[in-house]
């Protein structure tokens, strides 16, 4: 089993668990939890991540299948090299078509020969003059006879060459398509070899990931704000901030943010459902990054750059829940991780998340409104970028406020571990990592 299939299995579990939903949010108190199938008790017993291959597994599974990719790779070279050799002119086969086509052209030749020698006998036999003598037309007679007799066996002898060069042709094509069959093979086992490889390596990278030094660090601050409702199908825009708190600049800082649609109270989650299809179409933008730009699983990082002791880093960003959605209730995750040039590194401490409320698209003719910027419209503090030195705030303006509640529903400033694992899902491989290192964090 994959460690990302473990994962989400642990996430279902614990989105799954009733308490929950209790905890998610005042919204979800008011319902009493299903008693039905999708309610599965997070237990010990049933934890998924019991099954977690260990690092010397993972080795060793990296181990096995470079092993079958050097045997499918050394096969595949065989293969082709027999494949090859039937085309050089000392291999049997190819001897035994160039002879047969040599006897079938002597062949040719002969049957050509003996049909001419065929035709002069027949002209001689019938330009006899009227005073040719009777052994004299019996002669012309033999000639015909010997000549036809000739030219049928000369027949008989090109048929016999022609049957044996097909043959051997024949024997030589076999033995190609056969040959072309065993590199086809060999190159799909090296291509399953390959992928198999390529999977065991990822899956050991992702567990050394999981496992190193990099630890949660309150160092780097995460907030985020936005609005309480959002509609369907018009854009809404929040806002995050992240802040550096230590004493020393932080070299690199990246952020990562996505948003949900909340399963509803009942909904039947186990560890099959599929969360991106939950996921809310966000964009960004910056005060370096002028442009709305997509944010996608081949393109998830918001990279900060540097950012100074006591400076912050403001970053909008732009949801669009699908026109054709249900009211429900969202959420929005925000979270970030730094590394230093000396090889220190650290991760926010939580997940920062805003949870809202989803308006159905109002299908009349009113006009839509403008996208909320905000919340509640107060002042954000002035504080100095990271990126570069100016005292410009940067991803917003003065009336961009940033905070770390809740704006929507008054919840805690953090979704419960299901939900928040349930984001890390939605936010890709990297947030998966730091869901795992919570979860052990909160399970230490």
């Not at 668990?17 to 199938?37: E, H, I, N, Q």
């Not at 050394?74 to 190819?94: I, Q, R, S, W, Y």
């Not at 024949?170 to 399953?192: F, P």
Request: proline share 5%; with cysteine; aromatic share 4%.
């Amino acid at each position: 089993m994959k460690i990302r299939r473990i994962l989400a299995t642990a996430v279902a579990a614990a989105v799954t668990t009733p308490v929950v939903f209790l905890s998610a949010a005042p919204a979800f108190a008011d319902a009493k939890p299903s008693s039905g199938p999708s309610q599965k008790p997070a237990t010990h017993e049933d934890d998924p991540e019991d099954d977690m291959p260990s690092l010397e597994e993972l080795k060793a599974a990296v181990a096995v299948a470079q092993k079958a990719y050097d045997e499918a790779v050394v096969d595949l070279d065989k293969a082709t090299e027999a494949l090859k050799a039937l085309d050089k002119a000392d291999n049997p086969l190819v001897v035994a078509v160039a002879d047969a086509q040599k006897a079938a052209d002597e062949a040719a030749a002969k049957k050509t020969a003996a049909d001419e020698a065929l035709v002069k006998a027949q002209e001689a036999a019938t330009k006899l003059p009227e005073t040719a003598t009777e052994e004299e037309k019996a002669a012309a007679a033999a000639a015909v006879t010997a000549a036809q007799t000739a030219a049928d066996e000369a027949a008989a002898a090109q048929t016999a060459a022609d049957a044996k060069l097909k043959e051997a042709e024949g024997a030589l094509k076999a033995a190609k398509d056969a040959a072309q069959h065993v590199v086809d093979l060999a190159e799909k086992v090296k291509q399953s070899a390959s992928e198999k490889l390529d999977d065991a390596k990822e899956e050991l990278a992702f567990y050394e990931d999981m496992g190193g030094e990099c630890e949660e660090d309150a160092s780097l601050k995460v907030a985020v704000s936005g609005p309480k409702k959002v509609t369907a199908g018009e854009p809404a825009v929040f806002s995050m901030r992240l802040t550096n708190t230590s004493d020393h600049k932080l070299d690199l800082v990246n952020a990562f943010a996505n948003a949900i649609r909340l399963p509803a109270p009942g909904d039947e989650i186990d560890e099959d459902t599929d969360f991106s299809k939950l996921t809310i179409p966000a964009e960004w933008s910056s005060a370096d990054v002028l442009e709305w730009t997509p944010i996608s699983e081949k393109s998830d990082t918001i990279e900060v750059g540097e950012l100074d002791r006591g400076a912050s880093y403001d970053v909008k960003l732009r949801l669009t829940v699908d026109a054709k959605a249900t009211a429900g209730k969202g959420a929005l995750f925000g979270y970030g991780e730094y590394e230093n040039n000396d090889g220190s590194c650290g991760f926010a401490s939580d997940f920062k998340d805003v949870n809202f409320d989803i308006l159905a698209a109002d299908k009349g003719d009113k006009p839509k409104p403008k996208p909320t910027e905000t919340a509640t419209p107060t002042p954000a503090p002035t504080v100095t970028t990271g990126g570069n030195t100016n005292t410009t705030q940067q991803g917003g303006t003065s009336t961009t406020p940033v905070t770390g509640t809740l704006a929507a529903t008054g919840a805690n400033d953090t979704l419960p571990l299901g939900l928040a694992a349930a984001g890390a899902v939605a936010l890709g491989a990297g947030a998966l990592v730091f869901a795992r290192r919570r979860k052990a964090g909160t399970q230490a």
